[in-house]
Each structure stands twice: as C-alpha cells, then as structure tokens.
T-cell receptor, first 115, second 115 residues
C-alpha cells in the first residue's frame, strides 16, 4: 500500500534562511509525487509535482523539490524563506498501480517562518 | 481563489441526520474528488468522479455516497451521521484523468460538525 511520511510536525526557520520540509514515501510502482500548501481556513493549493524526468522540480512561489529514488524522498526546499510562507505543507503520492489520481497524503508539516 | 466552490461553508447537525455537500468544479474540469480532513485521520481521499462516472474509490464509508451531475457539479451525501464524521470535507477538481492532468485544485471546504 502507498504511504507518505512527514517526520516533522513543525519546522521553524528565520526569514531569509533556507528551508527544507521532509517527505519520504512508499509505493509499489513508480511514484508520482506532489506538494500542496494549506493556509488557515483555506483549501489546499498545488505547489509542484514530480512525474518523471529531472529530479529537481521547480514550482510556485520559489519552491522546489528534489526526487531521490534511492532514499525514497521528495523534500521540499526554498533558498530564502518568507514570513508569508508560514502554512501547513502536505506531501502526497500516487502511482499507476492504484490509480495515479488517487492521492495519499502525509500528515502535514507546519512551517513557521519568524521575522 | 482556485475556482472550485463548495456550499455550505459550515454545517451543524445532529447524530443520525443526513446532509448533502455541494461542489462546483473549475470551469472546464471534468474530474471531481472528495476528501475528508480530520484531526485523527488526516487528509483522506474518499471518491473521484470523471464526467459523471465513478472513477476511483478510497476510504469512503457505506453511509456516504456521491454523484456527479451532467453539469459536472457534484454532491456528497452523508447519512446516519455519527460524532466521528465531524470533519472538514474538501472537493477538488482537475481537467481530466491523464498524466498531464494530475494537479488538483481544492475548494475552501465544508466544515461539518455533528453534535
């Protein structure tokens, strides 16, 4: 069965510093990987996805993620954090075997960027 | 604003009752997804419809049902409600079902409280 692990409930970073939000996954086939962000009282917003190809994926708002097949990881990164990046971040996975639109989400990581 | 609308925003009802949640997808999107977000179970995929037909099923209880109408809006029906059904219910939509259509656009959610 597919699963996603986000090992940190919360990540704290100072504005201007680089940030990393971790995600590891488990699927039976080739993974399709996603990051979504949720602001308070809002729905989830798509940030980026990995389907195939280049392991470094660039997305919205300056975020990027690196797919590492050997470590089964898909960590979200940003070179310079903004206070407005503070939100709840979800990693999700799907695969062709179970239906590539059937997303399995992690438990979420709260990112807190301090001024 | 994702372009996905959900009504109502909030719903308070008693145990044993039945409610209907409504979702209108983004203009042009043919796929609709329903998710449940709760503190104890996280964000869980319930069901997907594509152009009026059920496409994928997740952890959806038998007391829950959904449908997608010819105008592509969707309704999620929850019956014999229990306290544990209290959650935020999200609808999402995507263009289609292909690999190029994997981004899902989420609505603001309906917060259901069962008392």
């Amino acid at each position: 069965a597919q699963s996603v692990a986000q090992p940190e409930d919360q990540v704290n970073v100072a504005e201007g510093n680089p940030l990393t939000v971790k995600c590891t996954y488990s699927v039976s086939g080739n993974p399709y990987l996603f990051w979504y962000v949720q602001y308070p009282n809002r729905g989830l917003q798509f940030l980026l996805k990995y389907i195939t190809g280049d392991n470094l994926v660039k997305g919205s708002y300056g975020f990027e993620a690196e797919f590492n097949k050997s470590q089964t990881s898909f960590h979200l990164k940003k070179p310079s954090a903004l206070v407005s990046d503070s939100a709840l971040y979800f990693c999700a996975v799907s695969d062709r075997n179970t239906g590539f639109q059937k997303l399995v989400f992690g438990t979420g990581t709260r990112l807190l960027v301090s001024p | 604003d994702s372009g996905v609308t959900q009504t109502p925003k909030h719903l308070i009802t008693a145990t044993g009752q039945r409610v209907t949640l409504r979702c209108s997808p983004r203009s042009g999107d043919l796929s609709v997804y329903w998710y449940q977000q709760s503190l104890d179970q996280g964000l869980q995929f319930l069901i997907q419809y594509y152009n009026g037909e059920e496409r994928a099923k997740g952890n959806i209880l038998e007391r829950f049902s959904a449908q997608q109408f010819p105008d592509l809006h969707s309704e999620l029906n929850l019956s014999s409600l229990e306290l544990g059904d209290s959650a935020l219910y999200f609808c999402a939509s995507s263009v289609g079902t292909g690999l190029s259509d994997l981004e899902q656009y989420f609505g603001p959610g309906t917060r259901l409280t069962v008392t």
